[in-house]
């Protein structure tokens, strides 16, 4: 299966501020995800991470709060825009790879937003 | 529309079994299974596509009831590695996209 990196694995940031993570995949995959799942809870899907083009942002997800680019098939970011102690969650990226069934996930960014 | 699935936990022995399910009211294209650990990422265990084909790589199995859009995922004589979080993620009509359910809580004590 693809092996991701993903960065930062956590950070501590003021409210106001952005972050930017990333997502980096040792091989060309089809289809790269963005989740966020508050501790204990379930995972709630930000958005379609689309090579080339705009990503496809699920309801209650909009393009300003949470730009997204993808430049390649190897590389994604999230940007956590203007944040709030609301935002505060755990962000993963996931991908979709031809020869392997099922999503491989990053390990995870811990977002705590002060 | 988010899966639903039960029980939400479930405590067990080692070597006892356990079923864990998920329904949705939508058509569903496949159902993925995860385990995640605490702070860890979710991991892959299990894919049921429509038409019935199987594909996983663990010593755990499942079903997929196509007509009442129901999966079970069956953990037999469980190990203390069991323990977890279990995810049904469901995906429709082939867009690739999942949405999970809230997870069951399994606990395998010795």
């Known amino acids: 299966s693809a092996v991701i990196s993903q960065k930062p694995s956590r950070d501590i940031c003021q409210r106001g501020t952005s972050l930017t993570i990333q997502c980096q995949v040792d091989?060309?995959?089809?289809?790269m995800f963005w989740y966020r799942q508050q501790p204990g809870q379930s995972l709630t899907l930000i958005a379609t991470?689309?090579?080339?083009?705009?990503?496809?942002?699920e309801s209650g997800f909009v393009i300003d709060k949470f730009p997204i680019s993808r430049p390649n098939l190897t590389f994604s970011t999230l940007t956590v825009s203007n944040m709030s102690p609301e935002d505060s969650s755990i962000y993963l990226c996931?991908?979709?790879?031809?020869?392997?069934?099922?999503?491989?996930f990053g390990s995870g960014t811990r977002l705590t937003v002060v | 529309q988010q899966p639903v699935q039960s029980p939400q936990a479930v405590i067990l022995r080692e070597g006892e079994d356990a079923v864990i399910n998920c329904s949705s009211s939508?058509?569903?294209?496949?159902v993925h299974w995860y385990r995640q650990k605490h702070g860890e990422a979710p991991v892959f265990l299990m894919i049921?596509?429509?038409?019935?084909e199987q594909k996983g790589h663990d010593k755990i199995s499942a079903s997929f009831n196509e007509k009442k859009q129901q999966s079970s995922l069956y953990l037999t004589a469980s190990q203390l590695s069991y323990s977890g979080t279990y995810f049904c993620?469901?995906?429709?009509?082939?867009?690739?996209?999942?949405?999970f359910g809230k997870g069951t809580k399994l606990t395998v004590n010795p």
């Open positions: 996931s991908v979709t790879g031809a020869t392997v069934p099922g999503y491989t």
């Open positions: 091989s060309q995959v089809t289809m």
């Open positions: 991470a689309n090579q080339g083009s705009e990503a496809t942002y």
């Open positions: 939508k058509a569903l294209y496949s």
């Open positions: 049921l596509l429509k038409g019935g």
């Open positions: 993620g469901t995906e429709q009509g082939g867009s690739e996209k999942l949405v």
